[in-house]
């Protein structure tokens, strides 16, 4: 295994980095991947949200949308019943967005846990560098309770939008399942093209130049 920094804490962010990329990832904030940032160019590959005031209150779409967020147990707001009747109500993108995460540092990883009340899950990630230039994002769902728990998972990533005049053709080269291509067009205060997202639903190495 590549032998990275040591996680640093600034202002609740915390950094890992290698000797070509720093990922901050915001523990207080959904425990968000906010930045991943080239140290080779200072290209930062994630989207970030500048609109003045965010408002989680009101849904997803009015909190900070920065970078990468982790929907858990649905992506789109559902109600139902699970195999032994227990009902269950899960918000827009999922609880875990709204959670604060608990980080551990192993130094030769950053991980980062959530519990998703509504769903009496314990949901686990684990950042790491398999190389200088390449991010492993290894994750485990712990069921709490004894019953079975219907969800969906997916990743939800905001790529830096470049224009055709930067002379970049590519940012950002994943190894992932179910790939998608979106505009971030229906977020308040966003404008068309703001974002270019990849939507996933397996994510394994993330590989960028």
Known sequence: ???????????GLVTLSSPA??????????????????LRSGR????????????GTKGYSYHDI??????FP????????????????????????????????????????????DA???????????AEDTLRLEYRIRNLGSAAMPFVY????????????DGVRTLLVCQLGNLQHIHALKTPGLTEQAAAGLQVVACRDAVLP
């Open 21 to 38: 990329l720093a990922l901050q990832a915001d523990p207080a904030c959904g425990g968000k991947l906010r930045s991943l940032v080239s």
């Open 66 to 71: 920065s970078g990468c967020d982790e929907c």
């Open 120 to 130: 009496n899950c314990a949901f686990l990630r684990r950042c790491s560098f398999l």
């Open 74 to 117: 649905t992506v789109a707001p559902c109600q139902g019943r699970t195999s032994d009747g227990r009902a269950y109500d899960y918000a827009d993108h999922g609880s875990l967005w709204q959670g604060r995460w608990e980080v551990r540092d192993d130094g030769d990883a950053l991980d980062m846990s959530c519990e998703a009340c």
């Open 154 to 165: 997916q990743k939800q990533v905001l790529i830096a939008h470049a224009s055709r005049r």
């Open 44 to 55: 930062e590959y994630f989207y970030q949200d500048t609109r003045p005031a965010f408002d």
């Open 1 to 11: 295994m590549f032998r990275e920094d040591r996680p640093t804490t600034t202002r």
